[in-house]
T-cell receptor
Framework: DSGVTQTPKHLITATGQRVTLRCSPRSGDLSVYWYQQSLDQGLQFLIQYYNGEERAKGNILERFSAQQFPDLHSELNLSSLELGDSALYFC??????????????FGPGTRLTVL | AQSVTQPDIHITVSEGASLELRCNYSYGATPYLFWYVQSPGQGLQLLLKYFSGDTLVQGIKGFEAEFKRSQSSFNLRKPSVHWSDAAEYFCAVVSDSNYQLIWGAGTKLIIKP
């Protein structure tokens, strides 16, 4: 158990809908990262938050957004969903700002299926 | 752009045999390199990482990796695999543009009894 929790475990929805994925980092970790893992694109970094502020962006679509709240939990919002958004979405957390200095701890993921 | 290549999609190894998983990266300077393992239905767990110094890095679960600059490689090894090592293994390098991880496609390790 990494200490990172993600809810829900599974999510099935329809095209055009909007969903929210939730992540609680390990106690004391200030950075939260979101990743997408799909069969065709593999693992991709989406976005990082550190202590409530956005710090780095990767291949995140404009239809996707995230935020980190004062209690440090984070939410990833996916809107106008398309079939291609079906994937496993991981959250990870680390203690500091620069992941090169820290270990990232991954949650178990949320599997999103868009029908 | 930086990239990470894991040339083997699947590798099958007998239990007790040695293992080497290949990883090649493209990067100009000294890279920051990682190996992660993803067990079925689980998140990713860090096995080991290389930043600088000794090119042979020891990790958890009996794994090690060797950084070879001349070959742009960071191969993962284990002298004797156990059935519990069956999983998918990912190599990653830190991007020099946004300091985030760039991932290889992964190698699925299958253990034969």
């Amino acid at each position: 158990d990494s200490g990172v929790t993600q809810t829900p475990k599974h999510l099935i929805t329809a095209t055009g809908q909007r969903v929210t994925l939730r992540c609680s980092p390990r106690s004391g970790d200030l950075s939260v990262y979101w990743y997408q893992q799909s069969l065709d694109q593999g693992l991709q970094f989406l976005i990082q938050y550190y202590n409530g502020e956005e710090r780095a962006k990767g291949n995140i679509l404009e239809r996707f957004s995230a935020q980190q709240f004062p209690d440090l939990h984070s939410e990833l919002n996916l809107s106008s969903l398309e079939l291609g958004d079906s994937a496993l979405y991981f959250c990870a957390s680390s203690a500091g700002l620069l992941m090169v200095a820290d270990t990232q701890y991954f949650g178990p993921g949320t599997r999103l299926t868009v029908l | 752009a930086q990239s990470v290549t894991q040339p083997d999609i699947h590798i099958t190894v007998s239990e007790g045999a040695s293992l080497e998983l290949r990883c090649n990266y493209s990067y100009g300077a000294t890279p920051y390199l990682f190996w992660y393992v993803q067990s079925p239905g689980q998140g990713l767990q860090l096995l080991l990482k290389y930043f600088s110094g000794d090119t042979l890095v020891q990790g958890i679960k009996g794994f090690e990796a060797e950084f070879k600059r001349s070959q742009s490689s960071f191969n993962l090894r284990k002298p004797s695999v156990h059935w519990s090592d069956a999983a998918e293994y990912f190599c990653a390098v830190v991007s020099d543009s946004n300091y985030q991880l760039i991932w290889g496609a992964g190698t699925k390790l299958i253990i034969k009894p």
